[in-house]
């Protein structure tokens, strides 16, 4: 019988820095679905839902276990203002690669985002065969009754997955504070974007992965691809910035991002989320899948990707290492052959958060 009935997928802990006065009992908040600002709304009635990882205590315990050692690291860089990443494989790093990797999966937009995409690929794979067939089974559906807990069991052991990325600060100097949402671990790719393949770009093994990841409104974890970028011009474990416009952009990701919700401090106000929303609604929903069966000779292969949202990004603390114009054919290249051997297998969640 599960105590926990309130299963939070953005962590309380996290929320809190984004509060009214950083006191963590109020945050401001727009729902774009409905139209509604609030500039005062309760902290812990917010990115939730009852029993999102099951009717049981265990998934929501192992990741309690997980967030409180985050929450410290966090707290040193927010509020002690250490700001210096942990090193490279050290515990820490591990640990902060796999409580961001669950982040991305353990969203409602997120199982959403899955299903959809499986049942595309689906619907592809099923019209290839005999048209009697297809015609049996064209209009039924893949569901899942717990997306989000299947999306999330499905990253234990791929933490791996964010190997090959540097980490690093950036602070916020501008006047225009970081907002966050119910689904904040970006995603983005400014090599493939210039490139004009942007097809994977966002994939988890993708050569010029980005991450960005607010986690204070003046502070953002920064993980890309070292080989493809140079970061704050060669800064060793952070750089700032006090343009507004490029904040304005990374607020503008949060938003496209979002299922239904941001989040921000008592600096934001209800004119600048509508300038937010008249530059950036248009690009919500504009994310497609890619479901196609390939002829080769005798042999047909399917091939399923992704085409993420992107808006022509411009930061000027990144650089471009190599010309994006060699990479204008590859098929999503790999961020490092060792990405594509096969993970390991029989790993619980527990030994994962542990």
């Known amino acids: ?187 983005y790719n400014q090599l493939l974007e210039k490139s004009e393949n942007y097809m994977g770009a966002t994939s988890l093994t993708a050569k010029g992965l980005q991450i960005f990841y607010p986690i204070h409104p003046r502070l953002m974890i920064c993980l890309y691809d070292s080989k493809v970028y140079d970061f704050g011009n060669g800064c060793i474990n952070c750089c700032s910035t006090e343009s507004i416009e490029e904040i304005h952009q990374l607020n503008g990701l949060q938003l496209i991002n979002s299922k239904s919700q941001i989040f921000f401090d008592e600096f934001i106000s209800e004119e600048y989320i509508k300038e937010l929303c008249d530059h950036y609604e248009e690009y919500r929903g504009t994310a497609k899948n890619i479901n196609k069966i390939i002829n080769k000779g005798s042999r047909k292969f399917f091939l399923t990707s992704s085409e993420k949202t992107h808006i022509d990004l411009s930061l000027s603390f990144f650089k471009l290492k190599v010309n994006p114009n060699d990479f204008t054919k590859e098929l999503c290249p790999i961020r490092h052959p060792s990405l594509e051997r096969p993970s390991n297998k029989g790993i619980s969640f527990e030994d994962q958060l542990n």
């Open 1 to 187: 019988m599960a105590k926990k009935k309130r299963h939070h997928y953005i962590p309380r802990f996290y929320l809190k820095r984004f509060s009214i006065n950083n006191e963590g009992k109020f945050l401001g908040l727009y729902n774009h679905n409905s139209d509604i600002f609030v500039q005062q709304a309760s902290l812990r009635h917010q990115a939730y839902e009852n029993f999102l990882y099951g009717e049981d205590d265990e998934i929501e315990n192992a990741l309690a276990d997980m967030e409180g050692n985050v929450a410290r690291m966090f707290y040193y860089w927010t509020e002690e203002k250490l700001l210096y990443p942990p090193p490279l494989e050290t515990e820490g790093y591990k640990l902060l690669k796999r409580f961001i990797l669950y982040q991305i999966f353990r969203t409602p937009k997120s199982g959403n985002d899955m299903i959809q995409a499986l049942n595309q690929g689906f619907k592809t794979l099923v019209k290839e065969c005999e048209s009697e067939f297809w015609g049996n089974i064209k209009d039924c559906t893949i569901v899942h009754e717990s997306p989000v807990l299947f999306g999330l069991l499905n990253s234990i052991g791929h933490e791996h997955l964010l190997d090959y990325l540097d980490c690093k600060f950036l602070v916020n100097l501008s006047q225009l504070s970081f907002i966050t949402s119910d689904a904040p671990v970006i995603l």
